[in-house]
């Protein structure tokens, strides 16, 4: 078989860490001290010589899989025994844990022409598995593959240039992982040098404090750079977890200085610096009480990404009422390009961005696009399904002659590819930055149904302030969303549900829970993968459960229901236009009611379900998309 582009050879030298250590110095490089090893002894030896601390690498793994830092013997010990299982050959390393880390992305062609297109600067030191360029990188590899040289190619972010270039850069960019940690109990929420997390975000600004806070607000559902989200522990600051830049605001708030802070962390004082000027801005939002701040505060906090929602948190004010009072005052964001040259030429790329640190926009507004809403992160329960939902819907749209704008974040997703839609915002996926898209774009309307869960949470923000909601009607969407209004919806049509209360408090809960018998299940509204869903088996766990769903669930309604032990749980996907279902998939979960569709194993069509029950379950699910007027697609189980 002919392999194109990178040689085997290659491959192998570089997969190989021992070999690549050899190539290294053969050309006059520098390698921290190094030893291939192939037992448990062998690494034990190698230790010893080299001096601990010491990190273990297993070869040919993806995502740092078996690799850790080992102190002493013990702990090289597990961590051998560990990698050795997912390869025969382990990498001990002399440990450079706490030095600066930079990666380089390089191409290079046939004929030894060579560029770097992207150079980027992890914010936590060594130690911490690295999880983008503006580049076209799949495009111009593919050719290069074919043999073609750089020169030869045409650059298509430009569509001036050749792909023989080295990217300038006008803005900034930050990615952080998202990690999902909180679903497991009795898991390590530390990180390190194997890789945790579940997905990435990119966020992009002019400056790195605007650019940082959208990540933030876009891996989880944050204001920002909130010293209130966890409370301050150093240890958690020396030795990093998943929510450890929340630990760092918490830090700042209480005093900590710069030097400190990096004494504990490691973390550069360049970033800690920036990460002190958003405190710094959030303790002077917090002396203006009950009133919004003068144009120049507001506008110097929305320069260095506070949204929103962050300011009206700080001056005990609505997010309603910071927006008013920004776009009566004209403190609106810019739209700006991504042309990768930083305007030395001319670049046709429709890839876009927010930013208040600017004075115009980068495009003009013609109308007359239609506006589809993405996923967001990958996450447990949103994958790379809504994606392949919202590029089919993109290209439908194409071929039925409109013009597209994606809004999204996910630079792991191909609805991101510039080239997929006619505009592409690379946001945040929220009300304020969706709105301030919409007032902008003036597009014909917005598809939210592409999405999943990012989308629905904003529905009726949007639908409350005008703006054209294509398909489902945002009040359809909350009457599904609500638990108390999809309960009442179905006692009002008669379809059969478990007994059910709202919560109102816990005194109310228990005596339900006492009446009905448990188990009981608790339901928060707005979820996705059954977050926060328990199965309550004793008035503790209704406690505890109770909690965390009105933690997850601030704004929604909480439900108890009555648990159906040992029932069977089926799903249901279906298209419907006005209420009407136009086609329909029913499946059949093999294990009973209890174990998350996302975790089930599914059967379609159904194996164990008698006609009479198959026909009231379509009789239930015509039933539903008419009371919702369902207008695209839906999913249920019931």
């Not at 997969?15 to 290294?24: L, P, S």
């Not at 909180?182 to 990180?191: E, L």
């Not at 609505?318 to 001319?346: M, S």
């Amino acid at each position: 078989v002919k392999i194109m582009g990178t040689p085997i050879k290659s491959i192998i030298e570089t997969e190989d860490r021992k070999m690549f250590a050899e190539k290294v110095n053969e050309i006059g490089e520098q390698v921290a001290p190094s030893a291939a090893v192939y037992s448990i002894q062998e690494a034990l030896d190698a230790a010893a010589e080299i001096g601990y601390p010491v990190m273990a690498r297993a070869a040919f793994s993806l995502g740092g899989l078996g690799s850790g830092f080992a102190s002493n013997e013990e702990e090289l010990k597990a961590l051998a025994q560990q990698g050795l299982t997912r390869s025969n050959q382990l990498i001990i390393d002399k440990s450079l844990k706490g030095w600066k880390e930079v990666e380089y992305e390089v191409v290079r062609d046939a004929y030894d022409n060579c560029i770097t297109v992207c150079n980027m600067e992890n914010v936590d030191p060594l130690g911490i598995h690295t999880a983008e360029s503006g580049y076209p990188l799949a495009y111009v590899a593919a050719k290069l593959s074919l043999g073609v040289a750089l020169p030869d190619i045409k650059n298509s972010v430009t569509g001036v240039t050749t792909a023989c270039f080295e990217p300038s850069l006008d803005y900034c960019v930050v990615k952080i992982p998202r990690w999902d940690l909180s679903k497991f109990t009795r898991v390590s929420k530390n990180i390190g040098s194997s890789m945790k997390s579940v997905g990435e975000v990119m966020a992009i600004g002019r400056k790195f404090e605007e650019a940082f806070q959208k990540a933030l607000r876009m891996v989880d559902n944050v204001n920002g750079f909130d010293p209130y989200v966890k409370d301050l522990s150093e240890e958690e600051l020396v030795q990093p977890t998943d929510k450890r830049m929340f630990v760092l605001a918490a830090a700042l708030k209480s005093d900590y200085t710069v030097d400190k802070l990096y004494e504990l962390t490691q973390i550069d004082r360049w970033f800690l610096q920036k990460m002190k000027n958003i405190n710094d801005m959030t303790c002077k939002l917090e002396t203006f009480a009950n009133e919004i701040p003068d144009h120049e505060t507001l506008l110097q906090a929305k320069k260095i990404g506070f949204s929103d929602k962050q300011i009206a948190q700080c001056i005990n004010s609505t997010e309603l009422a910071v927006r008013t009072q920004r776009i009566e005052t004209e403190i609106l964001p810019y739209v700006k390009q991504i042309d990768t040259v930083a305007g030395e030429w001319p670049a046709t790329t429709n890839y876009l961005y927010l930013t208040y640190n600017a004075s115009e926009n980068d495009i003009d507004f013609p109308g007359g696009y239609t506006m589809v809403l993405g996923s967001g992160v990958y996450r447990i329960g949103s994958s790379v399904e809504f994606d392949w939902c919202a590029v089919g819907c993109l290209r439908e749209l194409r071929n039925l002659g409109r013009k597209t704008i994606m809004i999204n974040y996910n630079p792991e997703t191909v609805s991101t590819d510039y080239d997929m839609c006619d505009r592409l915002y690379f946001e945040e996926i929220s009300f304020e930055v969706v709105m301030d898209i919409y007032n902008w774009e003036d597009p014909e309307g917005i598809i939210l149904s592409m999405g999943g869960q990012a989308p629905n949470n904003i529905a009726m923000d949007l639908h409350r302030q005008q703006a054209r909601i294509l398909g489902t009607s945002p009040d359809s969407i909350d009457g599904a969303e609500n638990r108390f209004k999809f309960s009442r919806m179905l006692d009002r049509k008669g379809i059969l549900q478990p007994k059910w209360r709202e919560l109102t408090n816990l005194e109310s809960a228990i005596k339900f829970c006492d009446e009905v018998g448990y188990p009981c299940l608790v339901r928060p509204s707005y979820v996705l993968s059954g977050a926060a869903m328990n199965v309550a088996f004793s008035n503790q766990d209704l406690e505890t459960y109770l909690n965390k769903a009105s933690a997850v669930s601030k704004e929604h309604p909480v439900v108890i229901s009555k648990f159906l032990q040992e029932a069977k749980e089926i799903d249901v996907d279906a298209v419907a236009k006005d209420g009407e279902i136009l086609c329909m998939a029913v499946s059949e979960h093999v294990e009973n009611a209890g174990v998350h569709s996302g975790d089930a194993t599914l059967v379609t069509p159904p194996q164990d379900i008698n006609k009479e029950t198959l026909e009231k379950i379509k009789e239930i699910s015509r039933d539903i998309a008419a009371l919702l007027d369902v207008t695209g697609p839906f999913n249920m189980q019931l």
